[in-house]
Structures are given as C-alpha cells and as structure tokens.
C-alpha cells in the first residue's frame, strides 16, 4: 500500500531549511501593521512547500497503486496515471492531483472492503474535472 505523507511531520532539516529560506531578509516588524512579518511570510511558504511535497507524494501513490498486485487496484492506479498525463499543463494542477488521488484511494479502498468498482465512470467524472478545472 503506498505511503501515507504527514504535512504536519516532517523532519527537522527540513524545517531549518524552509525557515533559513523564507526567513532571510525579512524584517522582523512592520511599523505601519505593528505585526511580525517574517512569521507570516514563513508560515506562507512552508504552506506552498507543503503543498508542493503533497502532490509529489499524492504522484507516487498512484503510481504506486498502478504496481500492486490486486488487478483491479492496479486497474485504478493505471486510470489515475491516465489522468495524470492530461493535467501536466494545467493551472490548477495541485487541486486536479488531489481529485485524481483521493479517486484512486476511494477505488482500491473499496476493492479491499470487497465492493464493486465502476472505474470508467470515475474516469468519466475525473475528465469532466479535468474539463471545468481548462
């Protein structure tokens, strides 16, 4: 089964280098708000690093799912892979990665629960996302 990223976790090199990054030349108080902007700017930027680390790993689990042996899960994770191929110019790409993702774990979580799954109508609903998201 993949891996299950934790934002909220991550080691602490990591931490240091987000906060050497988006701490650098920051003033630490804005005299016209009176509010310490550095922790604001840190706290923006480590979100956009979070985000950005999410649908990397939300990348890999469908990839992964595409390699399990249970064909119908591997059936799903190869449909996600499909749709990852029609977003890579999109501008809500984030957004579509987390679409595409959740509706590949709900697949092979249900294939686990032993439910049936309707795989072309979830790539029916994920294109009609894609579509909107255009």
Do not use: C
């Not at 934002?7 to 990054?21: A, C, G, I």
Request: aromatic share 6%; net charge neutral; charged share 25%.
């Amino acid at each position: 089964m993949p891996h299950i990223f934790d934002p909220f976790n991550l080691d602490p090199v990591t931490t240091e280098v987000l906060h050497q990054k988006t701490s650098s030349n920051l003033p630490l108080h804005n005299p016209k708000t009176n509010q310490n902007q550095s922790n604001l700017k840190f706290t923006h930027s480590l979100t956009q690093l979070k985000m950005t680390e999410i649908t990397k790993q939300y990348e890999q689990d469908i990839r992964d799912y595409a390699q399990v042996s249970e064909p119908k899960i591997a059936e799903a994770g190869r449909m996600g892979e499909s749709m990852l191929w029609k977003i890579s110019s999109k501008s809500s790409r984030d957004s579509l990665i987390s679409s595409i993702y959740y509706k590949v774990k709900r697949l092979a979580d249900s294939v686990e629960w032993g439910l049936t799954i309707d795989i072309p109508k979830a790539r029916e609903e994920l294109e009609k996302e894609i579509a909107r998201a255009s």
